[in-house]
């Protein structure tokens, strides 16, 4: 071997540990860097799955409040119980029943 191929052998032999040492903390530093990469993407991910589940149960909230309001709780009145009939009811109504008390009277 040539004198100048040994000098440049001893030399790399000299630093080869700081190269090495230099080496695994750049990997460390990488490694470290994919990791945190994938735990902010995770926790993105957690966090708007938690808003979209918020929102929905906020939704059905929401809905189950309007189906027991005051006034869908309110039963139809299909048999006129409460008086709400219109005068044309009225008037019908009144009509039919004297035409009743016209034919027993007939008979």
Known sequence: MSQKKVEEYKA???????EIAKQKRI?????????????????????????????????K???????????NLILQDYADIEGTATEAETEEAAEETEAAEEETEAE
Not at 12 to 18: A, G, I, P, Q, Y
């Open 61 to 71: 909230a929401e809905s189950a409040a309007d189906l027991y309001n005051e006034t």
């Open 12 to 18: 790399s032999k000299k630093t080869r540990k700081e």
């Open 27 to 59: 990997e460390k530093l990488r490694k470290l860097g994919l990791w945190a990469a994938l735990a902010v993407v995770v926790i993105g991910l957690i966090t708007g799955l938690v808003i979209t589940i918020v929102n929905q149960q906020k939704a």
